[in-house]
């Protein structure tokens, strides 16, 4: 019995060496996507069919939620270290909320640039327009992995499954969170000083 609880421990430290790392390495993936969209982004701009256009003011009020989730974020891997079990759970509903607010903005922000016959592909269609909805596109899809891992740390906060014995899971999202919040902010700068 004793030589089990040993191999189940020992497993969990070779799951919690390994997953940070692999974490680590596909973040380092994702940036080499974007750093090469980026590139093209500007390599583009010299093309007859580049048009300068505002961004639409509902990625301001997506980045303020995103800023604040990832404060949300934070909250709940503090609280699972302090073995807090009711604001793991606040924390990570709150971080799930601000995610899906983020969302919901982002789509409406893509309505407004079709509102104003800004087009991702087409005859009406532009370059940067192509661009700006590739990149916030792209970024979208990572998000919605970032919402799934949040929806599972909740869940399992609702469980009480996280302390600070355990905190692989909620580290790990902690990470990825993280990392989509500095990428969105990475893009909107990007995307608001080069046209």
């Given amino acids: 019995m004793e030589k089990a609880i040993s191999v189940t421990e020992e497993k969990r430290m070779n799951t919690s060496r390994a997953a ?34 505002e961004l639409p003011q509902l990625f301001y009020i997506s980045t303020a939620f995103i800023l604040i989730s990832s404060v949300t974020m934070n909250w709940a891997l503090t609280s699972a270290r302090a073995n807090n079990f009711k604001n793991i759970k606040t924390a990570s509903f709150l971080t799930l909320l601000l995610g899906l607010a983020f969302v919901v903005c982002q789509f409406k922000a893509w309505g407004y640039l079709v509102d104003q016959k800004i087009f991702f592909t087409g005859n009406t269609s532009s370059v940067s327009a192509s661009y700006l909805y590739v990149l916030t596109g792209l970024h979208m899809a990572h998000l919605a992995f970032g919402i799934l891992a949040v929806l599972v740390v909740w869940v399992k906060a609702l469980m009480n499954r996280y302390n600070s014995e355990n905190l692989l899971g909620i580290r790990l999202c902690a990470i990825f969170w993280h990392f989509l919040d500095i990428l969105w902010i990475c893009l909107f700068l990007f995307l608001l000083f080069i046209r």
């Fill in 20 to 53: 940070i790392p692999l974490l680590w390495i596909s973040i380092v993936a994702m940036v080499m996507v974007f750093g090469s969209l980026t590139s093209g982004y500007i390599v583009s701009r010299g093309n007859s069919n580049w048009m300068k256009f």
